[in-house]
């Protein structure tokens, strides 16, 4: 049996510029951290010919085209893998909550094929071909900054130039600003389960039709990225609650389901008890919410959020992107 893992993410600035309906115009310019909730994949020959995937549903295929699961069976017809092969998949956070998860799925899913066919690969190659499978053969309308940083791991700057080649590059912040960040970062979970396309998909037209108003919003949230990567370096982290704030501003203009009444009344009531800034992950519409605050003020968001039915993530920043934890394949 291989077990491959990959973490997700936080978006810390600048994300919607990984977009190609962005970068193919300006480039796009992301501060990532992978965080240690991990997606796993096991992989492990089947003894009879035919493939069993077992997800949130469980799939018996004769043949690999017969696959309902998109990413599994892409998966297994771009590496190859036909027959006698069992899948399985375990989660740390619930799916389309705005941490990238589908992403870090598809690279702990390659990751565990190469092995399995015992090809060990590097995190250039898994996030190329994450990016290959979803974005390309899928169609899904989703950015880079996903497959990158679940490959990479760590708190990692991403430029994307505008014929999609990805530079990486890890944020040299000192150790001690990094807990910092992590110890006044408050991660709560709406509850609300979205897919990112359906707030993508609006937000890639606008681009495309150069909507003024979505224009100004990114190219603003490209620059924030560029403030997060300093401000890092310089340790100036209540900064990054100020930004945050910024950050929501612009991203709530970018599609009209970003946010809703219920959102932004969650989002009101973490400033008043002392939160200096905050966004929902991902596209937006629900998941996650990342806020900002001082370690004064950090306990009475926790308990006003958690008066309001939100459930707290507890997380650390992960340092080692894509790995396989365990290989005990025979051959």
Not at 106 to 115: F, P, S
Not at 130 to 135: D, F, G, I
Not at 158 to 165: C, K, M, R, S, V
Not at 234 to 260: C, F, M, P
Request: proline share 3%; hydrophobic share 40%.
């Amino acid at each position: 049996m291989i077990i491959s893992r990959a973490p997700v993410r936080f978006s810390l600035g600048g994300g919607g510029s990984d977009l190609p309906s962005y970068y193919e115009q300006f480039g796009g310019y992301v501060i990532s951290a992978a965080i240690d909730q991990y997606i796993y994949i096991t992989a492990n020959r089947r003894f009879y010919d035919d493939i069993r995937l077992a997800y949130s549903e469980t799939e018996i295929a004769t043949d690999v085209d017969s696959i309902k699961h998109p990413i599994f069976r892409e998966a297994l017809r771009m590496l190859d893998v036909r027959t006698g092969v069992e899948l399985t998949s375990v989660a740390d956070i619930p799916a389309n909550s705005g941490l990238g998860s589908s992403s870090s799925f598809t690279v702990a899913l390659l990751n565990a094929l190469h092995a399995f066919k015992r090809n060990f690969v590097g995190s250039e190659q898994l996030a190329r071909e994450a990016c290959q499978l979803e974005m390309e053969r899928l169609g899904e309308p989703i950015g880079k900054q996903d497959q990158y940083i679940a490959a990479y791991g760590n708190v990692t700057a991403l430029t994307i130039d505008e014929g999609g080649n990805v530079t990486v590059e890890p944020v040299p912040a000192r150790e001690e600003v990094l807990d910092e960040l992590q110890n006044n970062l408050v991660i709560m979970y709406t509850g609300i389960e979205r897919p990112a396309k359906m707030v993508l998909g609006e937000q890639g037209e606008r681009m495309k039709n150069r909507d003024a108003a979505t224009l100004t919003g990114m190219h603003r949230i490209k620059e924030l990225g560029h403030e997060v990567y300093r401000l890092l370096v310089d340790g100036d982290i209540d900064r990054y609650g100020e930004l945050l704030h910024e950050h929501w501003t612009n991203k709530r203009k970018l599609a009209s389901n970003v946010s809703d009444s219920r959102i932004d009344e969650h989002y009101d009531a973490a400033r008043k008890a002392g939160a200096l800034g905050g966004k929902l992950m991902g596209a937006g519409g629900g998941g996650f919410f990342m806020f900002y605050a001082r370690p004064s003020d950090k306990r009475r968001v926790w308990e006003t959020m958690m008066g309001r039915g939100l459930r707290p993530l507890r997380f650390r920043f992960d340092v080692d992107g894509a790995r396989i934890v365990a290989n005990l394949s025979r051959g």
